[in-house]
């Protein structure tokens, strides 16, 4: 990489935002033409020639033709003609950053990872976040389960976990993914919908998939539509396995969860954020870990024994099926801390392969057929998309800790055993490395018998009584959204019978659900669907609620400031001051990006001209303006649209006091305790802490 370095921009000039002066001299066609100067390097080719002109091809005499010989130019565009690899088939619009695992409570007894040996230690993590259906260039509101993928670089190699944001997954079988993965993508014949469920042939093959009930009523959920990666929760999904040093095994489930607390955006704010910024996810967390304010989730295990797992309603091996924390308490063993950005997106982040397989002494998979299918899976799926079996040799791929083998050669080898000896067993002196029976990787010794067959177990029959719990465990706002998230997407669903098909399961989940849903579609309520088993009734569980698990805080959400020229001053440092204090971001919004002269006439730049800067983009607003600014706001349908849709979203709104004006010109008349009068400054700490609660429900529900 030092040698790369000297040939590319390094890092911190990649970085800085700040721009340089060339000196510029006239290329010979009178083009701009800008020398090397100061730090800027000299520029070369990829094999390190120095180059001349960058601006014009080799061509014979003025008006000729260009010549073959133009290495510069041939090399130059041989390279760009293949920039692209294969998009992933799944999960293909994604983004990553750098950080690190630190472990908070040393577990020995449960697992033998050299990780979890001590508290305090602490590995470097690469995560990357995706959407499932889209395609790279998809928006990142589309509603969709958000992947969760973490790369432990631990001393006993690569830990993946590769998860999602939802803890359960649509199908019990990995024979079934390529089928469920088709329905979702676009339409084959016609090549869209473009990263979004809300089309006949997903609703068909789920209507016909009972199993996949419990993670419809997920992703119906505002789980699908998050508001920011720092605000969901991770889940491994599958049961693992823990294996301590006396090679005694227990079950782990996986579970991340944020510190800034959960958070989702409402439906019609997703499909507004797509448009004003389709970049948002991605936006947010380059915005948050280049501001210093740096996302952190918890790691936390389920851990339970054969016994417990025997006793649940259910199989631990379906990954249709969750454990509720309430039945089996997530103990917290680590921090992960996303401190660095990358240096550059397609080296690293599109570059990542994460692989199931990827996991280190300690730590052991189950049978969950799900899992076991995976584990060919992405393999096959790194060495098609990356080119060849040598992806570990792309630096994010590649361990940090010592490793020996002697796997040789193919595509873009980088490097390969030293000395002879290049198989095993061997009697060379410098023989190479050796298998260590102690310290090496060890499988549960795990009893296996049984017939072979292609058969489902009978544990995995009930498919409806974890959708009914999470539904059942919602606030009524929440529920709200699952059924109109469903006669949204069923509105969508041209043929009749796959929409009644899909609303004949929703009895057994809850029959006011699937009256609501009937009745949106304008359906006659169908005729239950038949299940394999009746489902039954569970505790409810607060822990599947987001709304139940708000953060009470301010804290990593962004308000959203619309002012003019006669701002108050006095409010405006009151407002930007307490949302700092509560550790929030303000980003304001104006008529014009440069900005306003305020009250004592200061200026006050502006991020977002009015139009560029919808409310939906922000978590929170306040509108501060004199009486001829909101007059001038009231004439503009952008600023009433920010006025209006945060009415709408259920969003807390700061006024000062002529700007009320706004609202009544956007056609909101009402009033509630989510609109908050700012009359002075010492009234700007007690907005903000209202705005805490994230949104005035009562507004809506
Ligand atoms: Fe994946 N999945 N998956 N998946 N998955 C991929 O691997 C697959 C499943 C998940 O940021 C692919 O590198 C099969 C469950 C994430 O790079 C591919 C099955 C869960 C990512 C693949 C599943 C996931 C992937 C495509 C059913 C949650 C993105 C590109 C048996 C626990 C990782 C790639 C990243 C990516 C296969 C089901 C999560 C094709 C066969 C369940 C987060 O290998």
Not at 22 to 48: F, I, K, N, W, Y
Not at 350 to 358: D, I, K, L, R
Not at 496 to 518: C, F, G, N, T
Not at 558 to 587: I, N, P, Q
Request: proline content about 7%; some cysteine.
């Amino acid at each position: 990489m030092t040698d790369m370095s000297r040939h590319h921009a390094t890092a911190d000039t990649q970085k800085t935002d700040e721009t340089t002066e060339h000196p510029v001299t006239p290329g010979t066609g009178g083009e701009l033409h800008q020398t090397p100067s100061g730090d800027t390097p000299r520029m070369t080719t990829a094999q390190g020639a120095p180059v001349s002109d960058d601006q014009n091809s080799l061509k014979a005499g003025a008006r000729g033709p260009t010549l073959m010989e133009d290495f510069h130019f041939r090399e130059k565009i041989f390279h760009f003609d293949h920039e692209r690899i294969p998009e992933r088939v799944v999960h293909a619009r994604g983004y990553g950053a750098h950080g690190y695992l630190e472990v908070t409570e040393a577990i020995p007894e449960l697992t033998c990872a050299s990780l979890f040996r001590k508290k305090g230690n602490k590995v470097p993590a690469f995560v990357r976040f995706s959407t499932v259906a889209g395609n790279k260039g998809s928006a990142d509101l589309a509603r969709d389960v958000r992947g969760f993928a973490v790369k432990l670089y631990t001393e006993d190699g690569n830990w993946d976990i590769v998860g999602n944001n939802i803890p359960v997954f649509f199908i019990q079988d990995a024979m079934k993914f390529p089928d469920l993965i088709h329905a979702a993508k676009p339409e084959p014949d016609r090549g869209f919908p473009q990263a979004q469920t809300a089309h006949d042939n997903f609703w068909d093959f789920i209507s016909l998939m009972p199993e996949a009930m419990h993670m419809v009523m997920w992703i119906m959920s505002d789980r699908a539509i998050p508001r920011s990666f720092r605000f969901m929760e991770g889940f491994g999904v599958h049961t693992f396995r823990f294996v301590n040093a006396e090679g005694k095994g227990s079950f782990v489930k996986f579970h991340w969860k944020p510190k800034l607390g959960l958070q989702s955006v409402t439906w019609d704010e997703a499909m507004k954020i797509m448009g004003a910024d389709p970049d948002f996810h991605r936006r947010d967390l380059w915005a948050a870990i280049q501001a210093g304010d740096f996302p952190e989730w918890e790691l936390g295990v389920q851990v339970f024994d054969d016994a417990f797992a025997d006793a649940l309603e259910y199989d631990v091996l379906d990954a249709t099926k969750l454990i509720p924390e309430e039945q089996c308490p997530v103990r917290v063993i680590g921090r992960l801390v996303l401190d660095r950005v990358v240096d550059n997106f397609f080296a690293e982040t599109e570059q990542v392969a994460f692989c199931t397989q990827n996991i280190v002494p300690g730590v052991d998979f189950t049978n969950d057929p799900l899992l076991q299918g995976r584990n060919f899976s992405y393999l096959d799926t790194q060495t098609k998309r990356l080119g060849g079996p040598n992806f570990t040799h792309i630096p994010v791929n590649a361990p940090k800790c010592p490793f020996h083998h002697f796997q040789q050669d193919g595509h873009m080898a980088m490097h390969g055993p030293s000395g002879r000896a290049n198989y095993e067993p061997n009697s060379w002196a410098q023989g190479g490395p050796r298998a260590d029976p102690r310290q090496g990787f060890q499988s549960l010794a795990e009893p296996m018998e049984g017939e072979k067959r292609r058969i489902r177990p009978e544990t995995f029959a009930d498919h409806y009584s974890q959708a009914r719990q999470f539904y059942l465990s919602q606030t009524p706002v929440e529920q709200a959204h699952i059924a109109a998230a469903l006669t949204f997407e069923l509105s969508k669903v041209e043929v009749e019978e796959i929409r009644a098909r899909v609303v004949s399961h929703l009895p057994h989940i809850d029959k006011a659900l699937a009256q609501s849903v009937a009745e949106g579609l304008g359906l006659g309520m169908p005729e239950a669907a038949k299940p394999a088993k009746a489902p039954i009734d569970l505790p409810l569980s607060d822990k599947l609620s987001i709304l139940k698990n708000g953060p009470d805080s301010f804290g990593g959400r962004k308000l959203g400031l619309l002012v003019t020229d006669g701002a108050d001053a006095k409010l405006v440092k009151a407002l930007s001051d307490a949302v700092e204090a509560a550790g929030g971001m303000l980003e304001v919004v104006a008529p014009k990006v440069g900005g306003v002269t305020l009250s004592d006439g200061s200026a006050l730049p502006a991020q977002q001209k009015i139009d560029g800067g919808p409310s939906v983009l922000y978590d929170a607003v306040a509108i501060i303006a004199p009486a001829e600014g909101v007059e001038m706001l009231a004439a503009m349908h952008p600023a009433k649209m920010f006025a209006a849709d945060a009415f709408a979203h259920a969003k807390f709104i700061a006024l000062s006091e002529p700007a009320g004006g706004l609202l009544d010109a956007a056609g909101v008349s009402a009033r509630d305790d989510g609109v908050i009068s700012l009359d002075a400054p010492a009234d700007a700490k007690g907005f903000i802490k209202t705005c805490g609660a994230l949104r005035y429900w009562d507004r809506v529900s």
